[in-house]
């Protein structure tokens, strides 16, 4: 109920995990909680975390032949999120999700030959995959108010000459890495238990992605990415260094060209398993910012009418975590990540139609909200959504679309000062 959710009400957004700083740092902060051996592990896994790889002469070597980027900070900066490119930049902090019409093993996307199911847009041997270039043009709307807003639609070009001409792509920004431990932790049963209250109540239908675990060989719930296609840490973290770096690990020891090419042939893993695990401990250890401003009446007014308008049936404001093997610090916590790690559609505006294990082309993952009121602090920007198109949290609100119709005609139907209030609670979190 609403009163049970508002009186969940907390500073303490990560449990235990809660940090209290507002900086810069405020996403790169070790859990207050680790102690002894684990902050040391911590500590190595932020190191690696940082780490640029480089050509066979690099203190690094494994990089390429095909890569997006050279570390993983580099994308996930200060362990934030990324962002589009503006004109004249690079593609820094955001890729592209590859595959042809069909499904590849365990039911995953069917990877592009000779490209694998993530294009690479720069090369260390080899021409890149593909280029890319993004345009966009505004489009008008207006609030029940008669206030003006105007939204930026995207158009990606992609080229190359491995680039077949029935190519489903996903664009996607690197999301942040904070808080993920716990979101791991969360038991499957809680996940299932909130896609069952949502179908009952008929507003929204959530549902769970079940995915292929690499790690375990078995089917899982699907937790993390934009379509939450991955089960655990371990396996995003060696499907990142090999996606994004081209950084092959026991888990993933192929080339994403293999096949194309002699230089892609399958070869001795470039990154230790215990280098891969430290790196996973590191995103599942980080500290969550404390909530800001909660007695703040402009807040707390917008918090009401973030639960009137229905946002919190997906936002899910208070999960609870069980127990995660190995990394005592993240169970047994109360967190409010406001969200509900299920899939959702949200509509033909935002649809990327590429299907991803359960989920199709027009179902994301509900992001979580926590530490949201940081990004301009941590990152320098306001991008949201999965490409970055909203410049502001509004705009990414009135983006949404599908089950969130409703919520979004809400908020198009506030007056000025109520929409200035959810901002305002938004931006606590």
């Not at 299920?342 to 992001?367: C, I, K, S």
Request: glycine share 10%.
């Amino acid at each position: 109920s609403l009163a049970a959710s508002l009186a969940a009400r907390s500073a303490l957004s990560g449990g235990d995990l809660t940090v209290f700083d507002s900086t810069a740092d405020a996403f790169s902060l070790p859990a207050p909680n680790l102690k002894g051996a684990h902050l040391l592990q911590h500590g190595e896994g932020d190191v690696a975390f940082e780490v640029d790889f480089g050509d066979a002469l690099s203190p690094n070597p494994g990089l390429g032949p095909v890569f997006d980027n050279v570390s993983c900070e580099a994308c996930h900066v200060g362990d934030g999120r990324g962002r589009a490119p503006v004109a004249g930049e690079m593609f820094e902090s955001m890729l592209f999700r590859s595959s042809i019409p069909g499904q590849g093993p365990h039911g995953g996307p069917l990877g592009v030959p000779g490209l694998g199911t993530q294009l690479q847009l720069r090369g260390a041997g080899l021409l890149p995959d593909a280029s890319a270039v993004i345009s966009y043009v505004e489009s008008q709307g207006m609030f029940a108010d008669g206030s003006a807003y105007q939204l930026r639609i995207p158009t990606y070009t992609l080229t190359g000459i491995g680039v077949p001409a029935n190519l489903l792509f996903s664009p996607r920004v690197a999301p942040a890495v904070f808080g993920l431990g716990l979101l791991e932790a969360v038991p499957e049963v809680e996940v299932l238990g909130i896609s069952f209250l949502q179908a009952a109540q008929r507003r929204v239908s959530g549902r769970p992605n079940y995915v292929w675990d690499e790690v375990h060989q078995r089917v899982a719930l699907g937790r993390f990415g934009w379509k939450a296609n991955n089960p655990n840490l371990i396996q995003q973290t060696a499907g990142a260094y090999n996606g994004d770096m081209g950084i092959t690990t026991s888990l993933f020891p192929a080339e994403s060209c293999e096949g194309a090419n002699p230089l892609c042939a399958r070869h001795a893993p470039e990154l230790a398993d215990d280098v891969v695990t430290n790196v996973a401990f590191y995103t599942q250890t980080l500290g969550v910012p404390a909530r800001r401003s909660l007695n703040n009446p402009l807040v707390r007014a917008g918090e009401l009418l973030f639960h009137q308008s229905g946002c919190a049936t997906c936002h899910v404001a208070t999960l609870h975590t069980g127990f995660l093997p190995g990394v005592p610090e993240v169970s047994n916590q109360v967190i409010h990540p406001y969200t509900d790690l299920l899939v959702h559609d949200m509509g033909a505006a935002l649809a990327d139609n590429r299907p991803d294990f359960m989920a199709n082309g027009r179902e994301w993952r509900t992001a979580p909200l926590w530490g949201i009121g940081l990004v301009q602090t941590v990152n320098h920007h306001t991008n949201f959504l999965h490409d970055g198109r909203a410049r502001s949290l509004l705009e990414a609100i009135l983006w949404h679309g599908g089950e969130a119709a409703d919520a979004q005609a809400k908020v198009r139907a506030m007056n000025a000062a109520n929409r200035a209030a959810l901002i305002a609670f938004l931006q606590s979190l």
